[in-house]
């Protein structure tokens, strides 16, 4: 394992010492499980489904300018409204 440090709110280490006290485990083994969790609800695209995607897109979208790939930083201004 490797050792992290966090910080929390008060609020947060007294609940989560109640909770592991209840459960009987250790705070540390608690936010390992809240981790895991977070890790296992949003799962990542393997890379060829991101590769898939994004080839899908190509072509769909269009500025109607014909110069954008070598004077995009020309039209940057307009775009963020500069």
């Known amino acids: 394992m490797i050792r992290t440090q966090i910080q929390l709110t008060e609020s947060q280490v007294q609940a989560l010492r109640k909770m592991a006290v209840s459960r009987r485990v250790s705070i540390a083994r608690l936010i390992r499980q809240a ?3 977070m890790i296992e609800s949003s799962p990542q695209p393997d890379p060829e489904e991101r590769r898939k995607r994004a080839l899908e897109i190509v072509g769909k979208f269009g500025s ?3 110069d954008i790939s070598t004077k ?3 039209y940057l ?3 963020y409204g500069e």
């Open 35 to 37: 981790v895991d969790s």
């Open 64 to 66: 109607g300018q014909h």
């Open 72 to 74: 995009h930083d020309d």
């Open 77 to 79: 201004p307009d775009a």
